[in-house]
């Protein structure tokens, strides 16, 4: 399958906790974003880091990239209950001309 | 702009009926995507146009289901008959310029099919 995959599968944690997610991938990447779906909602995208970048911020999220083990992580610091949703990684493959394809999340509940 | 829109939010039908979804993606978008989500088998990209051109359809179910796109700011998925196991949210999204670029995505379309 071309999908990343996301683990934890689910994560529980207090307001005021950091939050890390992880995504591996199978072959070259030319990048890999991040999204969020809120309960009932589409998916949002929340940032894009290349396959040439390491480490990347947007506000309080915080995300790497590390080539050599095809693997990405998401950090977000200081979590609020309005962080509860589901997150997903989508690689963009260097090879092929397939689409992003997503898997099928972390669900993050944040308990105030 | 107002996003992608969706329509209808809900939908509840009979086995065997025909179903029609739509979608307005974001002006100037080239790319459009529809997707169904269940628990089970998670976001599963269905069919992809660019330019209103259908690009790749591998991940239609079965010929039950179709998509049509006669122009830039409409697309259609429609399923006939409906069973189901058609149950699902479908979404579509839209994107600028390059299939892996970020995607819009709508609210979606709660289908129940009973």
């Known amino acids: 399958s071309q999908q990343g995959e996301e683990d934890p599968q689910a994560l529980s944690i207090q307001e005021g906790e950091n939050a890390t997610m992880n995504c591996s991938y199978k072959?070259?990447?030319?990048?890999l974003q991040w999204y969020r779906q809120n309960s009932g909602r589409g998916l949002v995208h929340l940032i894009l880091?290349?396959?040439?970048?390491r480490e990347k911020h947007s506000g309080r999220l915080r995300v790497t990239l590390d080539t050599s083990k095809k693997s990405s992580s998401l950090l977000i610091t200081a979590s609020r209950a309005a962080d509860t949703a589901s997150y997903f990684c989508?690689?963009?493959?260097?090879?092929?001309?397939?689409?992003?394809?997503f898997g099928k999340g972390t669900r993050l509940s944040v308990i105030a | 702009d107002a996003g992608v829109i969706q329509s209808p939010r809900h939908e509840v039908t009979e086995m065997g009926q025909e179903v029609t979804l739509r979608c307005k993606p974001i002006s100037g978008h080239d790319y459009l995507f529809w997707y169904r989500q269940t628990m089970m088998r998670g976001l599963e990209l269905l069919i992809y146009f660019n330019n209103n051109v259908p690009i790749d359809d591998s991940g239609m179910p079965e010929d039950r289901f179709s998509a049509k796109m006669p122009n830039a700011s409409f697309s259609t998925l429609k399923i006939q008959p409906s069973e189901p196991r058609d149950s699902a949210v479908y979404f579509c999204?839209?994107?600028?310029?390059?299939?892996?670029?970020?995607?819009?995505f709508g609210p979606g379309t709660r289908l129940t099919v009973t």
């Open positions: 072959t070259s990447i030319n990048n």
């Open positions: 999204a839209s994107s600028l310029g390059d299939r892996a670029y970020e995607q819009y």
């Open positions: 989508a690689p963009d493959y260097s090879s092929g001309n397939t689409p992003l394809v």
């Open positions: 880091i290349r396959s040439n970048e």
